[in-house]
Every structure is written in structure tokens, then in C-alpha cells.
């Protein structure tokens, strides 16, 4: 089975910009991997917040973007505010059905 | 307003059966794939396999495929993730999440602990 590859933890300072991102085990993540980006916080279920690579839910703050950067996907958060503090999980789309990467546990400092 | 409301929190011996359920309202159930995510105690998100209520098309992860059963009934929006014989790592909370191309909307979670 693919592995899905994320940062473990990143470290960003209020008002900050960070990249956290998405890779595979068996190469370049395409559009066709349908990168989604979620957020889940401490007891909660995880929300939504990037599908198809770049798409936003309405729910979704304006400072976070999703693209492909250098063959994986990327998940950009631009102005950090205390409430991002959370762990964030990409997920992509193969034959065999989807795959969640590990989580990177951002935190705002 | 789209919901997907979980059975509550249950507590079994390993080797017993357990069947949970996600209601889904507000929407047309039987159009939109719902999806089942295992989180572990203290550990990420996994993808366990997906249903299409309106013809049952029920498909997995390699990882779960035998483990558990997927299922759904349409004449009452609810789709069931079920066990035959559980073990004591199944221990976890259980997501369901609607996926219409876009994963928009989860349950809360149903926490099952599995404990002789």
C-alpha cells in the first residue's frame, strides 16, 4: 500500500506563514490524487478544510490555501492566528481507495 | 442543515459483536457515498473503506478488508460499520464522513473500547 508522508510538527509564530506538506511513496502527487487537507483539534472530529488540491469549503478562513509544490501537495497558512494550533492530516486518492498522511501537529508560537 | 449523527460510545469483551450506525439527515442519503476513519488512542486518522448507500457499493481498505463489514440502509439514511469478533486493538473512536467529492460533512465520532 502507498504511505502518505507528512511533517511530524511545525512550529509557526503569530501572524506567520507556514507549509506544511503531502507526500507519496509512489511518486509526484498529481491532481489526480485529489489532495484533501483536514484539521482536527484536541476531542474533536476533524473538519474539512481543502479538497481536489485547491478547493475551499465555505468554512474554510481565507488564510489557508491548498496547491502542489515540488511533487506533493501543500497546505499554505498565511497570517497563523492562536485557533490554528491543531493537527493537521492531508489524505489522497489511489486506486485502492484513500490514504491518510500521519499528521503534522502545528503549533502557534 | 446536513447532519451525520453516531450511535453513542459502547464498551464490549473482546470477542463479542458490535454494530454502529451513522443517521444521516437533510440531505438525499442515498446519493452521496458515506465514508468510515479509524483514530486510534493518541494516533492519526485512517481510512477504512466507503459506502454508496443507494446500491450498497461498499469498498475498502486493503488494511480492513476482512476486519470489518460495511453497510448501509437507505430507507433509513443510515449506514452501519460492524464487527464479528472484536479484538482488543480495535480500540478507537470511529468517524463517518460524507463524501460527495469533497468529505464535507463528519459525525462526532463513536468511541468503542474493547476490554476483557
Known amino acids: 500500500q502507498a504511505v502518505v508522508t507528512q511533517e511530524p510538527s511545525l512550529t509557526v509564530s503569530p501572524g506567520g506563514t507556514v507549509t506544511l506538506t503531502c507526500g507519496s511513496s509512489t511518486g509526484a502527487v498529481t491532481n489526480g490524487h485529489y489532495p484533501y487537507w483536514f484539521q482536527q483539534k484536541p476531542g474533536q472530529a476533524p473538519r474539512t478544510l481543502i479538497y481536489d488540491t485547491t478547493n475551499k469549503h465555505s468554512w474554510t478562513p481565507a488564510r489557508f490555501s491548498g496547491s502542489l509544490l515540488g511533487g506533493k501537495a501543500a497546505l499554505t497558512l498565511s497570517g497563523a492566528q492562536p485557533e490554528d494550533e491543531a493537527e493537521y492530516y492531508c489524505m489522497l486518492s489511489y486506486s485502492a481507495g484513500h490514504r491518510f498522511g500521519g499528521g503534522t501537529k502545528l503549533t502557534v508560537l | 442543515e446536513v447532519q451525520l449523527v453516531q450511535s453513542g460510545a459502547e464498551v464490549k469483551k473482546p470477542g463479542e459483536s458490535l454494530k454502529i450506525s451513522c443517521k444521516g439527515s437533510g440531505y438525499n442519503f442515498a446519493n452521496y457515498w458515506i465514508a468510515w476513519v479509524r483514530q486510534m488512542p493518541g494516533k492519526g486518522l485512517e481510512w477504512m473503506g466507503i459506502i454508496f448507500p443507494g446500491d450498497s457499493d461498499a469498498r475498502y481498505s486493503p488494511s480492513f478488508q476482512g476486519q470489518v463489514t460495511i453497510s448501509a440502509d437507505k430507507s433509513i439514511n443510515t449506514a452501519y460499520l460492524q464487527w464479528t469478533s472484536l479484538k482488543a486493538t480495535d480500540t478507537a473512536i470511529f468517524y463517518c464522513?460524507?463524501?460527495?467529492?469533497?468529505?464535507?460533512?463528519w459525525g462526532q465520532g463513536t468511541l468503542v473500547t474493547v476490554s476483557s
Open positions: 464522513a460524507r463524501h460527495g467529492g469533497n468529505y464535507d460533512y
